[in-house]
Nanobody
Framework: QVQLVESGGGSVQAGDSLKLSCAAS????????MGWFRQAPGKGRQFVAS????????YYGDSVKGRFTISRDTAKNTVDLQLNSLKPEDTAVYYC???????????WGQGTQVTVSS
């Protein structure tokens, strides 16, 4: 059974940085795409970033390009999201996701809260 467990959220000031981590377990992820979505209060889920488990092909949502960086550690089976230059509008619950290219992101973690105050 696939499990995705996020950690690293918290409350910070605008301009600060945070690093989110996702521990993935339950299967081999070599053919998978891993990623992060977020959901702000009263809004729908928004794509943040994705990366192939092989390490190539990273993608970012327009609102986070140049500020967030996604990476993965195949030895630790983790997917990290470095959040820099945080803004109040980055406040949301951040979800780790995993899936195949053909089927989309079928696995979701429980989420971790990021709160950015001005």
């Amino acid at each position: 059974q696939v499990q995705l467990v996020e950690s690293g959220g918290g409350s910070v000031q605008a301009g600060d940085s945070l690093k989110l981590s996702c521990a993935a377990s339950g299967r081999t992820f070599s053919n998978y795409v891993m990623g992060w979505f977020r959901q702000a209060p009263g809004k729908g889920r928004q794509f943040v970033a994705s990366i192939k488990w092989t390490g190539d092909s990273t993608y970012y949502g327009d609102s986070v390009k140049g500020r967030f960086t996604i990476s993965r550690d195949t030895a630790k089976n983790t997917v990290d999201l470095q959040l820099n230059s945080l803004k109040p509008e980055d406040t949301a619950v951040y979800y780790c996701v995993a899936g195949l290219v053909a089927t989309g992101f079928q696995y979701w973690g429980q989420g971790t809260q990021v709160t950015v105050s001005s």
